[in-house]
Each structure stands twice: as structure tokens, then as C-alpha cells.
């Protein structure tokens, strides 16, 4: 007897013939096969070593055969994160210590030349100034999001902000002598007058007033590389009843000590042996709102205040009104300064005046373990913005000057690798799972 049979899908893989019924028989042991199949996987599967089988989770589990969607997804670097964040805290310590270290230097260098005003006295003061600004401008990453130097009160308003309005502090060949001579709105100088009055954009305090008390308005074209043309003789008080010299001393004198209690009061916010400081606040908060700070104080700085305000706004609106460091000439270090300040944050550690070094687990090493590739531009780039504004000719004003009539060059190319140094900035932060905001205020 012949049987049609025609083949026709049935679960997994098997088939059941179609049959007449002479066959029915054959047709339920196929039913009676797929049933013992079925009943034989699901125990087969309940006996496997469930867990998460994906190495890149938190719980991953090597001896799980079987995924049972428990796989959690987090921050696999807390450890790591938290000796970054600590490091930072000690560095930032470290450098406002130098710049408070350089600053009493300064001070006890303006007290001593008022006590004997002569021309060496004031190199001296001069010199200590570039000093005191170097390790000011080293601390720049430590700013940018509300931390004890910007915070409130704003401490770097009244130590370090730029630029500064000199016709409304001294005497400069269109003014009228400004607060030194004004003695109807300010009939005494003292630190409660000047805090007062240091609101908008009039800055009567902090180490670009100094500066501008120690050299002077620099009157003369780009072209003529020169400084301001103040003289000792300024401070001299050979008459004593020459109110406005005595007046102008009085005025430095008190910047200078303001200087330096400004800086011990944020040197002491970061202090590891304090309590209730923003340090203790700063290493026991959240672990990527830390980051997030570090972050953002590193991308603020390279773009907004050194690529856009430093660079940009003086090629933009004119070089006498904007440089940094207008009377002295001393812009070109404030950039390497705050240059090197990015590098020791980013590469973790930092070598104080006196040769101690602060160093603990890098950025650039945690960058690392989340990529590898981008850890290496990082590193890269530093070099690359450390080449560039070595490169720029000093004095910074000449030679902007330069590229306004002839194109761009060397400052141009600082401020391009700045720019790209933030970009490596927001990459990081996004694969630590957080947004930055690096616009100024």
C-alpha cells in the first residue's frame, strides 16, 4: 500500500508528515518527540549557572551561562575617580600656597621701598610682582565654577580680574589723576573704601592695579616695545606735604596687604588639615559633580578666558584695552602661567617654588580606562599648546600687532590649539556621562 506523505514545518526544526489517516500513528509519535524535546530543554536551561554574561557590566559574572538580564551599568572607576579628585584638592592647595608665599614676598618688597623709595627698591618691587602674577595665574583651572577663588564673595575680582580702567586709579595723560587725586569722592583711601567702590567695571583692586602702580600707562605704539614709564620717584616723598604722593603710597600699601589676605583666605579653603572648608565639601561630594568641576575649570580656561579673552577679544578690539598684562608687558608669561597651571592638573601633578611635588593619579590616566585613544590626544595636545605659546615673540602686544597687518601667526596658532584642547575636554567628559558649560559669565 502507498502512503502520500507531504513534509510541513513544525516548532523548531521539526517536521510532521501530513498523512492519510492509515498514518495516524506515525503522526503522534512525532507530536509525542517534540513534546519530550521541549520538556528536555527548559531543564536543561533551568540547570545552567545563571547571572549578567556581559563583560562590560559592573556584576559581570565569567562563570554565567546564562544571561538573566541582572547586568548593571554605572561608574566602574569610583576608586580611581576619588584619588584624582583628592589629588586635585592637594594641588590646588600646593599652588595657592606659592601664590600666597610670592604675594607676602611682594608685600614685604612694596614696604620695604616705601620705607627708602630708590630706583632699585622699585626694580625689586617690580620683580617680585612678575613673581606673585606668575603663581596667581597658575592657579587659573582652579576657577570657572564657583569654588572659593569666584565663588562668594568673588575673591579673584579683587586679586586677579582684567582688564582695569587706569584712568579711574592714577594719573595718565587724558585723566584727571582718578581716585589718588580725587579726594572730594574719596577723601580716604582704606580697604573698606576700595571694596565698596570695586563693583562693574571699575577694579580698584588686585594685582593689575599694582601692576599698573608699579609701571605706569605705556603710552608708546606696539612698535616701540615698551613698558610704562612710572618711576620711584612717584613714591618718593620728599615733600611731606605732598597729599598725592602720599596718597598713592597709601593706595599700594594697602593693595599689597589686601593681596595677601585675600589669597590666605582661599589657600585656607583648600587645606587638608582645616575642617568645614570647601576642600572637605569638594572631595565628599558626589563623584562626577567633582569631575564635573575639574572639567569645567580646564575647559573654561583653555577656550573662553585664554583662546577668546586673552587672545581673540584683543585681535577684535584693540591691544592697550584688553591684553592682560598692559603696563608691564608681561602677557606672554601670564599665558605660559596659566599653560602650565592646565598641565599640572591634567598630567596630576604640580612642583612647588620650593622643589616639593604634589602628584597622585592623573586625568590623563583616567581618561585612559575609558579611552585609550583619546587619553593619547590629550597628552598630545599639551605638548601641542605648550609649543604654541612658547613660540609667540615677546613682547605680546608687539607682535599682535603684527599679525593685525600682516595675518595670522604665531598667537593665532595658540589660540587654535587652545580651542582644541577644550574639544578633547568635552569628549572626556561625555564619556564620563556629564555635559559642561565652559561660557563665561
Not at 229 to 234: A, G, I, P, Q, V
Not at 264 to 276: F, K
Amino acid at each position: 500500500m502507498v502512503f502520500e506523505m507531504k513534509p510541513r514545518p513544525l516548532g523548531s526544526g521539526f517536521f510532521c508528515a501530513q498523512c492519510f489517516r492509515p498514518n495516524r500513528f506515525l503522526c503522534a509519535v512525532n507530536r509525542q518527540a517534540l513534546f519530550l524535546y521541549l520538556v528536555l530543554a527548559v531543564t536543561l536551561s533551568s540547570c545552567l549557572e545563571q547571572g549578567c554574561t556581559d563583560p562590560e557590566a559592573l556584576n559581570f559574572d565569567p562563570s554565567a551561562q546564562r544571561d538573566n538580564e541582572s547586568c548593571r551599568y554605572g561608574d566602574k572607576y569610583v576608586a580611581e575617580k576619588e584619588t584624582v579628585i583628592a589629588n586635585y584638592a592637594d594641588m590646588a592647595f600646593a599652588m595657592y600656597s606659592d601664590a600666597l608665599n610670592t604675594a607676602i614676598v611682594l608685600d614685604t618688597a612694596i614696604n620695604a621701598f616705601l620705607q627708602n623709595p630708590t630706583d632699585d627698591g622699585f626694580s625689586m618691587c617690580r620683580l617680585a610682582w612678575q613673581s606673585a602674577k606668575y603663581h596667581y595665574a597658575q592657579c587659573a583651572p582652579l576657577r570657572f565654577y564657583e569654588g572659593p577663588v569666584d565663588g562668594s564673595p568673588n575673591y579673584h575680582r579683587q586679586m586677579g580680574a582684567w582688564p582695569i580702567n587706569p584712568a579711574i586709579i592714577d594719573y595718565t595723560p587724558s585723566g584727571d589723576g582718578g581716585l589718588v587725586a580725587d579726594l572730594e569722592n574719596f577723601p580716604v583711601i582704606n580697604e573698606k573704601a576700595l571694596e565698596e567702590n570695586n563693583s562693574g567695571p571699575n577694579l580698584l583692586m588686585g594685582l593689575h592695579v599694582i601692576e599698573f602702580l608699579l609701571w605706569g600707562l605705556d603710552v608708546d605704539d606696539p612698535e616701540d616695545i615698551t613698558v610704562g614709564y612710572r618711576t620711584f620717584e612717584d613714591y618718593d616723598l620728599v615733600d611731606s606735604s605732598d597729599v598725592i604722593i602720599q596718597r598713592r603710597r597709601t593706595y599700594l600699601k594697602i593693595l599689597s596687604a589686601k593681596l595677601v589676605a585675600d589669597l590666605t583666605v582661599v589657600r585656607n579653603q583648600w587645606d587638608p588639615t582645616a575642617v568645614a572648608n570647601f576642600r572637605e565639601e569638594f572631595v565628599g561630594q558626589e563623584l562626577n559633580k567633582a569631575m564635573k568641576q575639574i572639567m569645567t575649570g580646564l575647559g573654561t580656561l583653555s577656550r573662553a578666558e585664554m583662546a577668546e579673552r586673552a587672545i581673540d577679544n584683543v585681535r577684535l578690539m584693540g591691544i592697550e584695552e584688553n591684553e592682560i598684562s598692559a603696563y608691564s608687558d608681561n602677557t606672554i608669561f601670564d599665558l605660559i602661567a596659566m599653560n602650565s597651571g592646565m598641565e599640572a592638573i591634567t598630567n596630576g601633578s604640580y612642583t612647588a617654588v620650593d622643589g616639593t611635588i604634589t602628584s597622585g593619579l592623573s586625568l590623563v590616566a583616567l581618561a585612559a580606562l575609558y579611552d585609550e585613544e583619546l587619553s593619547n590626544q590629550i597628552t598630545a595636545q599639551l605638548e601641542l599648546n605648550k609649543d604654541a605659546i612658547d613660540a609667540i615673540p615677546a613682547p605680546f602686544d608687539y607682535q599682535m600687532s603684527q599679525e593685525l597687518v600682516f595675518g595670522d601667526g604665531p598667537i593665532a596658532e595658540a589660540e587654535v590649539q587652545l580651542e582644541a584642547f577644550e574639544d578633547l575636554c568635552f569628549e572626556l567628559a561625555r564619556e564620563m556621562d556629564f555635559g559642561l558649560n565652559t561660557d563665561l559669565p
